[in-house]
């Protein structure tokens, strides 16, 4: 998509649309950037994350160049204590627990107690999300009227 895009660029600049191919390079190099396997992320170790699983925490395991993963991250802002995210180009562990939950495919992949989310989309881990922290507080609340 950038080398694409690039080139439509340069095919503006020489026919002396220059706005536009100054635009498209700029939208052509951020795409490049973005889906780069080497742009920065959140991340955390997988095995500190497990730590600290449970209904009201969420574990992200994303990957960049994915695209699921980078919707995620965008709807997803901010740095928030209630969800870890582990990139699995950073951490032989999470790759290897992607793999055995069907692989780089199932990115990005969402844990909230027990339940797990392959090919995850916002609404989703939302839905998710809520779940576990109903589940937290029903746990916490106990039994009632001796059940």
């Not at 439509?8 to 490049?32: D, E, F, N, P, S």
């Not at 994350?49 to 574990?59: K, M, P, Q, S």
């Not at 032989?92 to 107690?113: D, I, N, Q, Y």
Request: charged fraction near 20%.
């Amino acid at each position: 998509m950038t080398l694409g895009g690039l080139a439509v660029a340069v095919l503006l600049a020489v026919t002396g649309h220059w706005v536009a191919a100054v635009l498209l390079a700029a939208l052509g190099l951020l795409m490049g950037y973005w889906t780069s396997p080497l742009r920065r992320g959140r991340h955390m170790p997988l095995a500190q994350a497990l730590d600290g699983r449970d209904d009201e925490r969420a574990i992200i395991l994303w990957a960049p160049g994915d695209p699921l993963s980078a919707r995620l991250q965008a709807a997803v802002r901010g740095e928030r204590e209630d969800i870890a995210w582990v990139n699995v180009l950073k951490d032989p562990a999470a790759s290897e627990f992607a793999e055995s939950h069907g692989g780089r495919g199932a990115l990005p992949l969402v844990l909230v107690g027990s339940t797990c989310l392959r090919r995850a989309t916002v609404g989703q881990f939302l839905e998710a999300k809520a779940e576990g922290e109903e589940r937290a507080r029903a746990d916490a609340a106990g039994p009632r009227g001796g059940e």
